[in-house]
């Protein structure tokens, strides 16, 4: 019998996917390196210009310029943050949040100069006002696709990394394995051999060894009745299955009385909680569970697809009452002006179906783990 025990430690963490080609490492260093300080100089604009405004100064000719300098550092700077963490979910959710302040600045800015009697028509604020606008939607858009990007990448890297861990001991290629079913039966599996399974009582009653709670991997009585039944050319392959019950390798004349008797009467065999830690433990038992997540993988699209189907409604519903509240906020207790017609055009955007997709991305992925837990870590 060919030695079950591989290795199955855990593969490296999901940073292991971050593998770039080499012309694009410089230009995340050079990324990392410059986003800080780029964001720290649009930030000091931004200020600059605003606290002119709630001075009464913003016609001073030279805040034109400093708004200026405000997009391009603001816009190059966020758009290295995303790049230097091109495989961190945070910064792209934070990029997300950023665009979604930018974007209501606009209108916070248009209050402020309401508030200090200034003109809206002035140069400065309509600039300062109109770039918030426009950099808000950039940020929330390369944001967006940042995160898909990334989500993306993870499941491509998850299947692929997983795969030899999903597939501890499933060997279809093997030789003498019978065609497994959806639900493959212990005789179906890979270290199930020919000469063994000819005098097996499970075989040949068709029962499976979980079921019947006696197998060559968990049995010593059936292990040493299977000894005895095989030819000696493979007495060997059977006498490993043996040491792995526990039994020390040898055969009992009483073996197969003992199997009989088991087999026969159901009030022998193990209770299920002493049976579980012993199948869980089997090659068998575990191969016939990495078919089975194998055959049902399918199903995990079908899951998610179902509840986001089922639950787009409510989360139509309650993203329209989100944009409402914010309207009514903004318009009855703040008294922020032209907020109406930003928030009806917002609330019917293409927002809320990059929204919905990336939470559904977030939900399969979610699927995937419960998946990977159901069948391969509770071997349900």
């Known amino acids: ?18 593998q770039l080609p080499q012309w694009a490492i410089p230009i995340t260093k050079v990324s990392d390196t410059i986003y800080p300080f780029f964001l720290i100089i649009a930030t000091l604009c931004f200020v600059l210009v605003a606290a002119f405004i709630a001075i009464k100064h913003a016609e001073l000719s ?5 708004i200026a300098f405000f997009g391009f550092f603001y816009s190059i700077g966020i758009l290295a943050m995303l790049v230097a963490n091109y495989n961190s979910l945070v910064a792209a959710w934070v990029g997300i949040v950023l665009g979604v302040i930018l974007y209501f600045t606009q209108y916070f800015v248009s209050l402020l100069a ?23 939607i950039y ?4 944001a967006i696709l940042s995160l898909v990007v990334i989500a993306v990448r993870r499941f491509m890297f998850h299947e692929a990394t997983q795969r030899a861990i999903r597939y501890q001991y499933m060997d279809p290629t093997a030789k003498n394995t019978e065609k497994p079913g959806l639900v493959p039966k212990c005789w179906q599996m890979s270290r199930c051999r020919p000469s063994v399974r000819a005098t097996c009582p499970n075989y040949i009653d068709h029962i499976t060894c979980w079921k019947r709670r006696s197998g060559c991997f968990c049995d010593r009585d059936l292990a040493n009745f299977l000894i005895g039944s095989v030819g000696r050319g493979e007495a060997q392959e059977v006498i ?26 159901k009030s022998n ?11 869980h433990n089997c090659p068998l038992f575990v ?24 639950a787009y409604h409510y989360f139509d519903l309650g993203y329209h009452i989100g944009f409402s509240f914010l309207e009514n906020l903004l318009i009855t207790q703040l008294h922020v002006p032209g907020i109406t017609q930003a928030t009806s055009i917002a609330s019917n955007s293409a927002f809320e179906y990059f929204l919905l997709g990336v939470l559904s991305l977030s939900l399969l992925s979610h699927v995937i783990g419960f998946m990977d837990k159901f069948f391969l870590k509770w071997k349900l």
């Open 1 to 18: 019998m060919s030695n079950v025990s591989k290795n199955t430690s855990k593969p490296e963490s999901l940073d292991a996917c971050a």
């Open 139 to 142: 940020t929330i858009t390369i």
């Open 114 to 136: 309401h508030h200090v009697s200034l003109p809206l028509n002035s140069p400065s604020v309509t600039n300062l006002t109109s770039y918030c606008g426009q950099l808000g």
């Open 287 to 310: 191969e016939h569970q990495e078919y089975k997540y194998k055959n049902f993988s399918w199903v995990r699209f079908a899951v998610t697809i179902a509840i986001v189907g089922t």
């Open 62 to 66: 030279w805040l034109i310029n400093v």
């Open 240 to 265: 490993e299955m043996q040491v792995a019950a526990g039994g020390p390798g040898t055969v009992h004349n009483a073996a197969k009385a003992a199997v009989h008797e088991r087999m026969a009467n």
């Open 269 to 279: 065999r193990r209770p299920w909680r002493a049976q579980k830690r012993l199948c």
